[in-house]
């Protein structure tokens, strides 16, 4: 981005990541592919996606406290979610930047891959999800993200038929083809309805 396109875009930039950050009603699959640093809003990003594929070379963190800041786009919270408060602290508090095989082990990077073949990993992960029936993907994203916002598991798992993409999905015509294709041996022909 240049100094002039920063300088006079009608949105900061704050806005213009809203798009994914603040978007907590997707129910659509986001797979973030880093190759590089992934650092502050970029970290941010990922964190928003389900799936965060990395190469080797690639570095994480929030170095926001490093120039007397904090990270505003939602990645200390979803960092502490998804790796679990000490953890996450242990970054946030340093601002240290962790290398992606770090980011493996402590579960925000999803997939690990050599430095080459990032393209061919986001391939292979699109293909896998492509495979199952669409508002089943649309249904189990809903379910797990609606059921993180519950008090206990027994909520969650009691209150997911009233979630309304588990109930198209039960009411689906590919739920059916589903079983039938199962039952005869044959790949599924999903309509997404």
């Known amino acids: ?11 900061p930039l704050r806005q ?15 797979i973030a592919a880093v190759d590089g640093v992934a650092a502050g809003g970029g970290f941010e990003i990922a964190l928003a996606c389900d ?3 990395a190469t080797r070379r690639s570095r994480f963190g ?30 946030i508090l340093t601002g240290d930047l962790v290398p992606a095989a770090e980011g493996y082990r402590l579960g925000f990077v999803t997939d690990l891959v050599d430095d080459n073949a990032l393209d061919s990993a986001i391939d292979a992960w699109c293909t896998r999800i492509l495979r199952c029936a669409p508002l089943a993907i649309r249904a189990s994203k809903q379910s797990v993200m ?10 969650a798992m009691r209150n997911q038929a009233a979630y309304p993409a588990f109930k198209a999905c039960y009411e689906s015509a590919d739920r059916q083809e589903g079983a039938l294709a199962f039952a005869e041996k044959r790949p599924p022909r999903w309509q997404g309805r």
């Open 62 to 91: 929030l170095p926001e406290p490093l120039v007397g800041v904090i990270a505003l786009g939602g990645g200390m919270h979803r960092l502490a979610r998804q790796i679990g408060t000490k953890q996450a602290m242990g970054l």
């Open 1 to 11: 981005m240049s100094e002039n396109e920063h300088t006079t875009s009608p949105a």
């Open 51 to 53: 799936i965060i594929i």
């Open 16 to 30: 213009r990541l809203a798009s994914i950050i603040e978007r907590y009603d997707l129910d659509k699959p986001l």
């Open 146 to 155: 609606r059921g993180l916002d519950e008090p206990d598991l027994a909520s």
